[in-house]
C-alpha cells in the first residue's frame, strides 16, 4: 500500500510517501510524516556556499557563505556588507531566504571620496565593483 503525507509534510529529506506491506504479524507501521519543506533550498548563487542539509523541519535555517573576499550586495543605504545569510523553512513549508539576492560579488568596502566642492550621484549602497 502506498502512504502519502499531507500536503506540506515530509517523510525524511527526500521522501514524502512510502510503502507498506502485510506481513505475518500484520501491517507494517508506516513512518510518521512531520512538517517541512519537499524541495531542496535555493541553489547557491555566484561564489557562495551552502552548509549541508541535515533537516528540513519547519524552522530550520540553512547557512550560506560568501567565498573569501566576496560580499553580499546590499539594496539599503548605509549597511554594512556582509559575507553569509541563511534560508529558513517557513510555516508554509517553502524555504525563504533572510536576504536576497544569494549570491555574492567583490565590492567596494569604503564609501567614494567625494568632499565639497564635488558631488557625487551615489545612492548610499551601490558597492560591486566594476
Known amino acids: 500500500v502506498n502512504i502519502t503525507c499531507l500536503p506540506?509534510?515530509?517523510?525524511?529529506l527526500?521522501?514524502?510517501s512510502q510503502i507498506i506491506?502485510?506481513?505475518y504479524q500484520g501491517w507494517q507501521t508506516p513512518q510518521?510524516?512531520?512538517?517541512?519543506?519537499?524541495?531542496?533550498?535555493?541553489?547557491?548563487?555566484?561564489?557562495?556556499?551552502?552548509?549541508?542539509?541535515?533537516?528540513n523541519a519547519v524552522g530550520v535555517k540553512i547557512l550560506y557563505n560568501c567565498s573569501l573576499g566576496y560580499f553580499i550586495p546590499t539594496t539599503m543605504p548605509n549597511t554594512k556588507p556582509v559575507s553569509g545569510t541563511s534560508v529558513v523553512c517557513s510555516a508554509n513549508s517553502s524555504w525563504v531566504p533572510t536576504?536576497?539576492?544569494?549570491?555574492c560579488a567583490k565590492l567596494c568596502l569604503t564609501d567614494p571620496n567625494v568632499t565639497a566642492p564635488l558631488?557625487?550621484?551615489?545612492?548610499?549602497f551601490t558597492?560591486?565593483?566594476g
Open 32 to 55: 510518521k510524516c512531520y512538517q517541512g519543506c519537499a524541495g531542496d533550498p535555493p541553489t547557491p548563487g555566484s561564489n557562495m556556499t551552502r552548509n549541508n542539509v541535515t533537516s
Open 21 to 23: 506491506n502485510c506481513t
Open 119 to 124: 558631488n557625487s550621484s551615489w545612492d548610499g
Open 127 to 129: 558597492r560591486t565593483l
Open 8 to 12: 506540506n509534510y515530509v517523510l525524511n
Open 99 to 103: 536576504n536576497t539576492p544569494l549570491l
Open 14 to 16: 527526500t521522501n514524502t
